[in-house]
C-alpha cells in the first residue's frame, strides 16, 4: 500500500503565525518577516513517522491559507476533501482565539463534522505579561469543539513538530484503509 497523503489547512486571522508554522515544521526556519499570505497554495508535503499508528509513514499535504478578512470568502474553496485542520491563534490577541470558533463552524460547514481539528495558540514564547489569552479560555474552547491544543512558537520551535504530528496521528486513526489492513501486512504497525 503507498503511503497514505492526507490534506491539512491551516486557518486563522491575519499575522498569527499560519506561513510561519510551517515553515519551522517544514523546513525548520523562521523568518521574521514572513509576508502575509494572499491566496491560498499548497505549501508544502512532509512526511511523518508515526510509531504508535497504523501505517508507519504519513504524508501531510500542508495548505497554507490567507487569514485576511478580505481574502476570508475564498477559504471554503481550499476545505473541500481535508481531512485535517490546524487552527492558529495569536496568545496575545484574545480576538483571534474567538474567531477560532467562526473558522471552525464555517469548516465544518464544509468539510464534515468528522474533520480533526488541532487548535495552536501561536507566538508562546511571548513573555507571559503579553498574553492575552488565558490557558483556561484556550482549553475550554478546545474541550467545546472536540479539538486538542497546543501552545506553540513558530520562533522558538516550541511543540510545533509535536501539535502536526499529533495531527498525523489523528488522521491516520480515523482513516479506514489503514484500519482494514490484515495484521502483519506492510505498514500495519
Known amino acids: 500500500m503507498a503511503e497514505p497523503s492526507y490534506k491539512v489547512v491551516l486557518l486563522g486571522e491575519g499575522r498569527v503565525g499560519k506561513t510561519s ?20 497554495t499548497m505549501y508544502s508535503t512532509k512526511t511523518v513517522a508515526l510509531e504508535d499508528a497504523p501505517a508507519a ?12 478578512e478580505r481574502f476570508h470568502a475564498l477559504a471554503p474553496i481550499y476545505y473541500r476533501q481535508a481531512e485535517g485542520a490546524v487552527l492558529v491563534y495569536d496568545v496575545t490577541d484574545a480576538d483571534t482565539l474567538r ?19 488541532v487548535i495552536c495558540g501561536n507566538k508562546a514564547d511571548c513573555p507571559a505579561g503579553e498574553w492575552d489569552v ?21 520562533k522558538s520551535g516550541k511543540n510545533v513538530d509535536t501539535a502536526f504530528r499529533q ?23
Open 57 to 68: 509513514t504519513v504524508l501531510l499535504n500542508l495548505w497554507d491559507t490567507a487569514g485576511q
Open 167 to 189: 495531527m498525523a496521528r489523528l488522521i491516520a486513526s480515523r482513516d479506514r484503509r489503514l484500519l482494514l489492513q490484515p495484521l502483519g501486512a506492510p505498514g500495519a504497525g
Open 21 to 40: 508554522l510551517i515553515s519551522r515544521y517544514v523546513n525548520e526556519r523562521f523568518n521574521e518577516q514572513e509576508p502575509s499570505t494572499v491566496q491560498a
Open 134 to 154: 488565558t490557558e483556561a479560555e484556550a482549553l475550554a474552547l478546545a474541550a467545546e469543539l472536540g479539538a486538542e491544543h497546543f501552545w506553540t512558537s513558530a
Open 99 to 117: 474567531r477560532v470558533r467562526v473558522w471552525v463552524q464555517e469548516l465544518r460547514a464544509v468539510a464534515g463534522g468528522g474533520i480533526c481539528i
